[in-house]
Each structure stands twice: as structure tokens, then as C-alpha cells.
């Protein structure tokens, strides 16, 4: 059985992924800042030539895209640090390696959807931080997987889905419409990496994401629909929530159809969610 090493265990897109590979047939060593913190590279190296997984699935990360601005210092030690020493390791002990990146390595500025070795040129701290991972991973390995995703949302973890929910009672709720992606479930991710690995596809880049694409005003609204809740939903420009961090306006990015459209994922999430 091939025993496959995750960082991030218990973040939200571990918590579907572990699973997810343990019913596709693999061992998993769950990792999080407990037992591997990732900036610590003589206990990355420790820990990995102990355990001497076949595969490194690289989820842990700082993920608050707006705290980021002001603590770059923080997020660029974890984003790009922390990966580069599981870069180094997995390259020194040769073992492949998949970093889980985002659509805010673009800048937002192409018209239809980018593909995935399309230039990047973030816009915020935290795409950067991101996109320093990625050239870390390139720097050192031959054998990597990098997957983009963008505007996750899953059942253990903060997102935009159960922000939404707990914000139905407002009167009103203004969402912006001028920013287009691609919503994209975590379960969708986990299987879609775990289809990376059992089927041993050339490494490379991939964008793995909800198919379509929507704003998050268009987002929200299917979220109330399925939710079936009656909200006096409004839509809105990005300038009248400035934000510390600023968004790519389109940051659609071709699938290769990896995913199902991003409509039918939420319907399956909002069924579950409602169990
Ligand atoms: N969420 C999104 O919308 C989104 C979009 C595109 C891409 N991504 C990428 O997808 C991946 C998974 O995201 P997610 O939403 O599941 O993130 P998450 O819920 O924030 O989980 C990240 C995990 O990493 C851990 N971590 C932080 N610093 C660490 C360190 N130094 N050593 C070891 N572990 C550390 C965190 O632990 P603590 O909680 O204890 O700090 C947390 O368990 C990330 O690479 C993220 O950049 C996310």
C-alpha cells in the first residue's frame, strides 16, 4: 500500500482529502502543526525520512488572504519558507511532491480562462506568497504536482458559503458582482488529487477547480436558492468594500474538466450540509 504524507491535516481541505485517499487505497500520515510545522526544516527532514512516504500532499498554509497584507513576514516564512523545505527534502529523498496553489497568482486582467501555464503576476501579498511556493517547488523538484484551486469552501473550515448562511436574517445583503471565478468544493479537490495520484499523471501544473464560472453575488444567490432562504440580496462593486487585500477581477481558470460544474458540487454540499 503507498503511504502518503499530508501537511495541513486538519485545515479544510485536509479534512476531506485524508479520508478521500484512505478509501482510494492509501496509507495516510496526517501532519499538522502539532507534530511538523513546516518552517522548521530540520524537523521537516526528520520527519520525512522517518516516515519515507511515496507522496507529499502539501496543504498547510497561511490562508488569510486579507491579514496577509500586513503580515507578510508571517505568511511568506509558512508560504514560501515552509515549502521550500518540504521542496528541498522530497527532492533530496525523492519523493513526489503536490502543492495545493491559488487562482490569486493572476492577476485578473485576461478575458476568458486561464490556462495553467499562463503568466502569473499576483496582486496581493498573499498571491505572492503562494506563487513563491510555486517557484520554490519548481526550483528543487523534477517530480511535483502543483494544483491551483480558488474560492473553496468545505464543511470544516471558514468559508464563504457558511458566511453567507449566517448572514441570511439581515435585512439586506450587498455581494459584490464584479469579481469572477470559480467556486470550488473541497471534496471536488480531494478527489481530484487523489485522481492525480492513483493514476500516476505526468507531473505538471493543474488547475483544479468548479467548472463554469460566477461572481460571488451569482455565488451567494445559488447558495440562498438550494438553502431555500428568502434574502433581499443586492449587487455590488468591490470599491464599496474596500478590502486590505486587493482581487484579481477574473480569475476563471480552465479545468481541463477535472470538475464537475460548480453548480452541481454545491447542490451535493448543500444536501449534505443539511443532514
Ligand atoms: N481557502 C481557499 O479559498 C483557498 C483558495 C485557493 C487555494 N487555497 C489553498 O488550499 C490549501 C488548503 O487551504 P485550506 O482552506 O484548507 O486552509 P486552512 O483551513 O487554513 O488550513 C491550513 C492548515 O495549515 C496549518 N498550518 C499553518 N501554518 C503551519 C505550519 N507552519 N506548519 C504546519 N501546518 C501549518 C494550519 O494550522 P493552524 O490552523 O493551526 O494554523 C491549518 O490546519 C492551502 O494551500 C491554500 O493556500 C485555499
Redo the contacts with the bound molecule.
Keep these: 500500500m503507498k503511504k502518503i504524507l499530508v501537511?495541513?491535516a486538519?485545515?479544510?481541505?485536509?479534512h476531506d482529502l485524508c479520508p478521500t485517499l484512505e478509501d482510494a487505497g492509501f496509507e495516510v500520515f496526517e501532519t499538522?502543526?502539532h507534530n511538523?510545522?513546516?518552517?522548521n526544516p530540520e524537523q521537516v527532514e526528520k520527519v520525512l525520512t522517518a516516515e519515507k512516504p511515496d507522496a507529499v500532499v502539501h496543504?498547510?498554509?497561511?490562508?488569510n488572504v486579507n491579514k496577509a497584507e500586513e503580515d507578510t513576514e508571517t505568511a511568506m516564512k509558512?508560504n514560501e519558507g515552509?515549502t521550500e523545505n518540504l521542496a528541498k527534502t522530497c527532492a533530496k529523498l525523492d519523493i513526489p511532491i503536490v502543492y495545493?496553489?491559488?487562482?490569486y497568482v493572476f492577476d485578473g486582467t485576461k478575458k476568458e480562462a486561464y490556462l495553467p501555464y499562463d503568466k502569473p503576476n499576483p496582486l496581493n501579498a498573499y498571491g505572492l506568497t503562494?506563487l513563491k511556493g510555486e517557484e520554490a517547488v519548481q526550483r528543487h523538484c523534477t517530480k511535483f504536482y502543483i494544483t491551483r484551486?480558488?474560492?473553496?469552501y468545505g464543511l470544516h473550515?471558514k468559508?464563504f458559503v457558511e458566511t453567507m448562511i449566517s448572514l441570511a436574517d439581515k435585512p439586506e445583503l450587498k455581494v459584490v458582482d464584479d469579481q469572477i471565478g470559480c467556486p470550488t468544493w473541497?471534496q471536488e479537490l480531494a478527489d481530484g488529487i487523489t485522481t492525480l495520484l492513483t493514476e500516476e499523471a505526468p507531473f505538471g501544473i493543474y488547475h483544479i477547480c468548479g467548472s463554469g464560472k460566477t461572481s460571488w453575488y451569482g455565488f451567494a444567490k445559488e447558495i440562498f436558492e438550494l438553502a431555500g432562504l428568502k434574502v433581499n440580496l443586492l449587487p455590488c462593486k468591490s470599491d464599496e468594500f474596500p478590502s486590505p487585500a486587493k482581487r484579481p477581477q477574473y480569475s476563471v481558470m480552465y479545468n481541463d474538466n477535472i470538475c464537475r460544474t460548480w453548480k452541481a458540487a454545491l447542490k451535493d454540499y448543500m444536501k449534505l450540509r443539511g443532514e
Excluded at 36 to 39: A, R, S, V, W
Excluded at 100 to 103: F, N, R
Design positions: 501537511t495541513g486538519k485545515g479544510m481541505l485536509g499538522d502543526l511538523l510545522d513546516i518552517t496543504c498547510a498554509a497561511y490562508t509558512i515552509g495545493i496553489s491559488t487562482d503562494k484551486t480558488s474560492w473553496l473550515g468559508n473541497t
